[in-house]
């Protein structure tokens, strides 16, 4: 069983920088894909971005491509996400997933990662 704990959330204003860290416990991450969901209360979540267990391959959502980074430490098992230029609609919890499938594509479209984190707020003010 892997557990995923989210950290790095805040209050930053409009322009500013965050960045969120993951840190997978369980087993050794090292063959899993990793990813980003984020949620506003009353609306579906939504895909923001996800990585490969290699970090060669990258993918991003047309709302934070060009400003998120993801990124995965040395050892596989923490995955960050550099948030830049923040907006205020970028408001919203914040939540880590986790799957052992290589399949990104699949696993972005469907949503359907096996590990979840709990969560971490990140608030942009206007």
């Known amino acids: 069983q892997v557990q995923l704990v989210e950290s790095g959330g805040g209050l930053v204003q409009a322009g500013g920088s965050l960045r969120l860290s993951c840190a997978a416990s369980g087993r050794t991450l090292s063959s899993y894909t990793m990813g980003w969901f984020r949620q506003v209360p009353g609306k579906v979540r939504e895909f923001v971005a996800a990585?490969?267990?290699?970090?060669?391959?990258?993918y991003y959502s047309d709302s934070v491509k060009g400003r998120f980074t993801i990124s995965r430490g040395n050892t596989k098992n923490t995955v960050y996400v550099q948030m830049d230029s923040l907006k205020p609609e970028d408001t919203a919890v914040y939540y880590c997933?986790?799957?052992?499938?290589?399949?990104?594509?699949?696993?972005?479209?469907?949503?359907?990662?096996?590990?979840w984190g709990q969560g971490t707020q990140v608030t942009v003010s206007s």
């Open positions: 990585i490969t267990w290699s970090g060669t391959s990258t």
């Open positions: 997933a986790a799957d052992p499938s290589a399949d990104a594509v699949v696993l972005i479209t469907t949503g359907k990662f096996r590990s």
